[in-house]
Structures are given as structure tokens and as C-alpha cells.
Nanobody, 129 residues
């Protein structure tokens, strides 16, 4: 059974940094795409950043480019999202999702919810002004 566990959320001041983690289990961690998505009440879920294990390709939403970095540790089966220079607009519930059966490079490049089949519970990130 594929399981994804997001953790590391919390309260941070604007301008600060936070790293959130997505621990994966239930699949071979050698051919996958994992993405980070976020959602605030009343708004649609949006793709923040995605990574493909096939070639290490990454995608970043324009609003986080230069501030967020996605990375993976295959030995730990964990994907991280390092968030720097946080802004109040980054406040959201952050979810990680995985795609393990379709083209991981495609899934990472579109970084949209329809490209991912497995979802974990979210972790709340709150940025205070």
C-alpha cells in the first residue's frame, strides 16, 4: 500500500525558512514523481513543486522560484521542500503526492493534481506577517 506522510509544518515569521518532508512507503523508490501541492480554504489546490526520479527534473510554480527547493533522498525514501524567504501568501496546507505508474518526467513537468494518483495528508504551514 502506497503511503505518503507529510510533516514539518508549523508557524514561521515572514522572511523565515522551513523545511517540510514527505516520507514515502509501499513502492520502489526508483521510478516516481513526487509533488508538493498546497491549498487554502476557498481556493483551488495548486502545484508548488515537483520532481522526477528518472532524470531529476524539477518544476516550480512561478511564485516560489528562487525561494523553494525540492530534493529527494532515495535512501530515506523522503522528498523535501526547503522553503526560504517565506511570505504570508505561502500560508496553506501542503500536501505531497506521488505518481508511480505513468511517466514520472511528464508528471513532474505538469505538476498538476490530475497527474498524481497517491496523496498523503497535509501539513499546515502558517507564515505570520
Amino acid at each position: 500500500e502506497v503511503q505518503l506522510q507529510a510533516s514539518g509544518g508549523g508557524l514561521v515569521q515572514a522572511g523565515g525558512s522551513k523545511r517540510i518532508s514527505c516520507a514515502a512507503s509501499g513502492f520502489t523508490f526508483d521510478d516516481y514523481a513526487i509533488g508538493w501541492f498546497r491549498q487554502v480554504p476557498g481556493k483551488e489546490r495548486e502545484g508548488v513543486s515537483c520532481i522526477s526520479s528518472t532524470d531529476g527534473s524539477t518544476y516550480y510554480q512561478d511564485s516560489v522560484k528562487g525561494r523553494f527547493t525540492i530534493s529527494s533522498d532515495n535512501a530515506k525514501k523522503t522528498v523535501y521542500l526547503q522553503m526560504n524567504s517565506l511570505e504570508p501568501e505561502d500560508t496553506a496546507v501542503y500536501y505531497c503526492a506521488a505518481e508511480i505508474s505513468r511517466d514520472s518526467r511528464w508528471a513532474a513537468s505538469v505538476c498538476s493534481g490530475y497527474a498524481f494518483d497517491y496523496w498523503g495528508k497535509g501539513t499546515q504551514v502558517t507564515v505570520s506577517s
